[in-house]
Nanobody, 116 residues
């Protein structure tokens, strides 16, 4: 499975961004979004099952981020609203067997910078 995350950029605090993750044969896999800042461990942010029925969010993004998928377009989205400076990170998408992992296939990251 080849994955490509895109849609990152610079946004002011309180703003929104939508990340996309495109992949081949996506419908067979659960997909997760992760983020990482320098010197920190990679954090599991959100996950979605193959059908989209099961979804996970880390507490810090609940109510602000929404994960969704369009299997016809082989794409998973992460809508990020009410962004905070602490959301600044490189965001990665990954594919695996269940919506909470494990995730075996990883794409390149996309940088999200939230200015205060």
């Amino acid at each position: 499975v080849q994955l490509q995350a895109y849609g990152g950029g610079l946004v002011q605090a309180g703003g929104s961004l939508r990340l996309s993750c495109a992949g081949s044969t996506f419908k067979a896999y659960a997909v997760g979004w992760f983020r990482q800042t320098p010197g920190q461990e990679r954090e599991f942010v959100a996950g979605i099952s193959q059908t989209g029925f099961s979804i996970y969010y880390v507490d810090s993004v609940k109510g602000r981020f929404t994960i969704s998928r369009d299997n016809a377009k082989n794409t998973v989205y992460l809508q990020m609203n009410s962004l905070k400076p602490e959301d600044t990170a490189v965001y990665y998408c990954a594919a695996g067997s269940t919506y909470k992992g494990p995730f075996h296939y990883w794409g390149q990251g996309t940088l999200v910078t939230v200015s205060s």
